[in-house]
């Protein structure tokens, strides 16, 4: 890789954190929606963790922060995608691609900001849990692995955003594909344990991969730092950002075949 | 001379389809290295679809184009480092300020910083934008964007440049600022394809101009050789109140073939051409027919363009608007 496609990576990356900046109107509601939810669950809920079978936690905080993390990254993601349709609507795209930029930095670009919120936003919420007396037994360490597998989900579904992006070429489109995320959070173990679920949901939620990530995560919080529960949880984020990946290079190639 | 070096914008039975609709039907272009070209035409005539292809935004459904001496198909890239375009829809970043877009457009081009910085400052003063350098493009007025637009075709000191109806919606006064520039840049080398819908522009800018019409070239000519094919120049004379007007477009249909005119005043088309007006004013001096005031019109572009296609271009008025022109080319 030449040093000029590495300068288009910055380049593009640079400019992709500094539209989520200069638009913060943009992300409050993927910082205040997961804080929302935890704040009500970790009160209408909070006697559920006697519940006999309940993973072995202090409060419903501790049990709930990593799925705040993830509904926050997941929320955020749809940044990327939006701002890539905007970009191909105003026709910055075409700005874009009237120049020698390497074709990889403007997918680069967009999933650096999608990583770069993802990891952020997850200090935000470890920040403000804190306050309400959140322990993390996994330590400084627990912290940054889960914030990174917030930042790689992040970045993979800020991947399959941007191939919605490139596909349709809709802001509107990106933004549709919202309530989607939902479903998957929602029939995943985000919100309650599958040790205390039962039937067909219970059956869903473990063939959903975003449970055993979310698990992965909150076994730092909950138990300490475990590597091989980390590795399970960064891989399933790895996994869906590779597909990501794969699916907006696609998206992209079939836009610019037809036109370049 | 090879191509290159004679032609940086070659285009040979040029083509495209968008599903049934023939945008493009077969241009031939060939334009010279620093010239100024306008493609004129309205709304949907195939100029930017043109331009597109030009600039390797869009491919070519048939025929060939070569821009700077490269394929705009099988070199994509190299045309792409050698010319700059300024798109119809100034489509700026509004998040990010003038200084930083230049930054990013160098970066783009791989030119290293310590050039890009001082030549940022250059461009930024160049178009006027100075002081609004480090604001962001959001708070700029419309005539600020294509001055920024231009300063970003700009960074890379492009052989060809490709403005796409650089002054569409803009206030006379930002459009006479465009013009100056485009000017100054193509006196500096620069070659320039500008499309227009309007004619003043082409008229006022360009040295060479073709008509397209329907996705196909219409006409092309230097502004004088195209007007020149319509033909006559009209001369209209007023009369002062009382004069016998039928006398006077008596004697005037001599020069040549009667023009409607509003009452007090007479026309005729000059069948000898501007070189007439003198034997005219002559005649009407002998006859003794009073003269209040005397304009000679030359064809305009609109009369080129109604006369190939049988309409009348969007913003005919606006080149009219300039008056009557007594210039004779």
């Known amino acids: ?260 | 001379m090879t191509e290159k070096g004679a032609y940086p914008v070659v285009a040979e039975n040029l083509q495209r389809r968008f599903k049934d609709v023939e945008a493009v039907r077969g241009i031939d272009l060939q334009i010279s290295r620093g010239e100024i070209f306008g493609f004129l035409g309205p709304n949907g005539a195939g100029k930017s679809t043109t331009v597109r292809m030009l600039t390797t935004l869009l491919l070519p459904s048939g025929g060939r184009a070569s821009v700077a001496g490269y394929d705009v198909v099988k070199e994509a890239d190299a045309v792409r480092r050698s010319i700059g375009v300024a798109l119809q829809d100034a489509a700026i970043d509004p998040l990010m300020t003038g200084r930083e877009l230049i930054r990013l457009q160098a970066v783009l081009h791989g030119i290293p910083r310590s050039q890009a910085d001082g030549k940022g400052v250059e461009l930024l003063d160049r178009v006027g934008l100075t002081a609004a350098g480090d604001r962001r493009v959001g708070t700029y007025s419309g005539g600020m964007r294509r001055r920024l637009d231009l300063a970003l075709a700009l960074i890379h000191t492009p052989e060809v440049l490709f403005l796409d109806e650089p002054t569409t919606g803009l206030d006379p006064n930002s459009r006479q600022a465009i013009w100056e520039e485009v000017r100054n840049l193509n006196s500096e080398g620069t070659t320039v394809f500008l499309t227009t819908q309007y004619m003043e522009e082409a008229d006022r800018l360009a040295g060479r101009i073709a008509i397209i019409d329907n996705g196909s070239i219409v006409a092309e000519g230097t502004p004088a050789q195209l007007k020149a094919a319509i033909g006559e120049p009209t001369l209209q004379i007023s009369l002062p109140e009382g004069t016998d007007e039928v006398a006077a477009e008596a004697l005037l249909m001599k020069y040549g073939d009667p023009v409607d005119t509003p009452p007090g005043s007479v026309a005729v088309r000059l069948k000898g051409g501007a070189s007439q007006v003198a034997t005219v004013i002559r005649g009407l001096d002998e006859a003794n027919i009073q003269v209040e005031s005397l304009e000679l019109h030359n064809p305009t572009l609109d009369d080129v363009f109604h006369k190939a296609t049988g309409r009348r271009l969007e913003g005919a008025e606006d080149a009219t608007d300039a008056g009557p022109s007594i210039q004779v080319s």
Do not use: C
């Open chain 1, 1 to 260: 890789m030449t040093a000029i496609v590495l300068e288009h990576y910055a380049a593009l990356s640079r400019r992709s954190i500094m539209n989520i900046v200069r638009q913060p109107i943009a992300i409050i509601p993927s910082l205040t929606f997961p804080l929302l939810f935890l704040a009500l669950n970790s009160s209408a809920l909070a006697r559920a963790i006697e519940l006999p079978g309940f993973p072995p936690v202090d409060s419903f905080l501790q049990f709930m922060i990593s799925s705040t993390i993830i509904q926050g990254a997941l929320f955020g993601s749809i940044a990327a995608g939006s701002d890539m349709a905007k970009d191909i609507e105003g026709g910055f795209f075409d700005r874009l691609i009237a120049t020698p930029v390497s074709r990889s930095s403007i997918l680069v670009g967009r999933l650096a900001g999608s990583f770069v919120l993802g990891f952020v936003q997850a200090f935000i919420f470890f920040g403000v849990a804190s306050l309400f007396g959140l322990n993390v037994a996994g330590g400084l360490l627990g912290m940054v692995g889960v914030a990174l597998i917030g930042a790689t989900i992040a970045a993979g579904v800020g991947a399959i955003s941007v191939a919605i992006a490139l596909r349709t070429g809709s802001t509107e489109a990106v933004q549709g594909s919202f309530p989607l995320i939902f479903v998957f959070l929602f029939l995943s173990s985000a919100f309650f344990p599958r040790s205390l679920m039962h039937g067909w949901f219970k059956s869903v939620a473990t063939l959903n991969p975003l449970s055993h990530m979310i698990e992965a995560a909150r076994h730092q919080v909950i138990y300490g730092w475990d590597t091989s529960q980390w590795l399970t949880g960064i891989s399933i984020a790895g996994a869906i950002l590779v597909g990501g990946v794969v699916a907006s290079s696609f998206a992209l190639r079939a836009r610019l075949a037809e036109k370049v």
